[in-house]
Nanobody, 124 residues
Framework: QLQLVESGGGWVQAGGSLRLSCAAS????????MGWFRQAPGKEREFVAA????????DYADSVKGRFTISRENAKNTVYLQMNSLKPEDTAVYHC?????????????????WGQGTQVTVSS
């Protein structure tokens, strides 16, 4: 069992930055690939970024590539999402998720555990 709690969301003007954190409970955090997803009002949930167990492999949606960076600190049971050059279209609730399968994935149904989410609002 893994519990995930996101933090770091908030309001920011376009062009600004935010750093999201996702703290995990339990002693098996390092055995999970981790992902970030987001869902805007009236839209489907979409993949944002993923990172492998040891942090050696990362994957990004085209819409955030070059602006967002996913990282993790297994000693702190935490995964991060650094978001730079934010745009109004980045406004959404951001969720972190954990997946025990081999390799990172963009498929939400593959993830076993989810956090409650943190709101990010970017104004123009």
């Amino acid at each position: 069992q893994l519990q995930l709690v996101e933090s770091g969301g908030g309001w920011v003007q376009a062009g600004g930055s935010l750093r999201l954190s996702c703290a995990a409970s339990g002693r098996t955090f390092s055995t999970y690939n981790m992902g970030w997803f987001r869902q805007a009002p009236g839209k489907e949930r979409e993949f944002v970024a993923a990172i492998s167990r040891n942090g050696g492999t990362t994957d990004y949606a085209d819409s955030v590539k070059g602006r967002f960076t996913i990282s993790r600190e297994n000693a702190k049971n935490t995964v991060y999402l650094q978001m730079n050059s934010l745009k109004p279209e980045d406004t959404a609730v951001y969720h972190c998720a954990a997946d025990r399968a081999l390799g990172t994935t963009r498929v939400a149904e593959r993830y076993d555990y989810w956090g409650q989410g943190t709101q990010v609002t970017v104004s123009s």
